[in-house]
């Protein structure tokens, strides 16, 4: 499965969730392949950090892919790995809309204080065009950075904003800014092997990378319920 974090503005957390998802995902013992496609090689530079440290109990393998060169992502040998998780940096990148021709999914992440409709308008453009040759692409927008002093009702502004966008969709995940977040990427850690550790901030990538991998059962938690039920 190969899924992207993406998104044309810079800072709103691709690396952070990116990274974390890599390890969460190596820990549950998947054979995983990071891929930087930003020239800064913020992700790249957190595998080799996460290599050398001593923290880190099992490695990332990542690699760097820029232009074109993503869509062998799809191919041999790229096939044999299990999950690709893509950081899809950099401002109106080729990497990004040529990824999404190939990837399951596609996850976006805003900041609430920031909300860029222009970026918005533009990405539910680039999903309308990569489903004409992809149509299974998921695409979901996230809040990350959200104040931990709740009181804004950000998923009823979400919500109501992205009714103008039909081709992006929104499952209620807020991520808050956390210390954890910053500390962990600066040791090459996701937060869930963070110490101290800050059981929000597990609680928050728990609930992301069920709603990436659909997977209900790694975490403990019940699936929301259908609307039938
Ligand atoms: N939820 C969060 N809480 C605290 N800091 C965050 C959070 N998400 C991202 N950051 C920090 O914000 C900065 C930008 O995030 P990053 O993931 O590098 O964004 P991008 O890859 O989209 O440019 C980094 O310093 C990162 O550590
Ligand atoms: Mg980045």
């Not at 869509?71 to 990004?96: C, H, M, Q, W």
């Not at 308008?121 to 149509?135: H, S």
């Not at 966008?165 to 500390?183: E, M, Q, S, V």
């Amino acid at each position: 499965m190969i899924v992207i974090m993406g998104g044309e503005k810079g800072g709103t957390g691709k690396t952070t969730l990116a990274t974390n998802l890599a390890a969460m995902r190596v820990l549950r013992g998947r054979d995983v392949l990071l891929v930087d496609t930003d020239k800064q090689e913020s992700s790249n530079y957190w595998a080799i950090t996460r290599a050398q440290g001593e923290a880190a109990s099992s490695r990332v393998v990542c690699a760097q892919k820029l232009g074109g060169s993503v869509l062998r992502l799809g191919t041999d040998p790229y096939k044999t790995y299990e999950d690709i998780i893509v950081d899809a940096g950099g401002r109106n990148s080729i990497e990004l809309r040529a990824t999404m021709t190939i990837a399951d999914a596609l996850f976006i992440p805003v900041q609430p204080s920031q909300f860029d409709l222009w970026t918005l308008a533009r990405m539910n453009e680039l999903v309308r065009e990569a489903r004409v040759v992809n149509p299974k692409l998921r695409a979901v927008v996230l809040i990350n950075r959200a104040s931990t002093n709740p009181g804004v009702s950000e998923t009823a502004d979400t919500v109501k904003i992205l009714r103008d966008y039909p081709n992006l969709a929104f499952t209620g995940i807020i991520i808050r800014d956390r210390i954890a977040y910053r500390k962990a990427a600066s040791l090459g850690l996701s937060v869930i092997e963070l110490e101290p550790s800050d059981s929000k901030a597990i609680e928050e990538m728990h609930a992301f990378y069920r709603e990436v991998y659909n997977d209900w059962k790694t975490f403990e938690k019940q699936p929301p319920r259908t609307q039938n039920e």
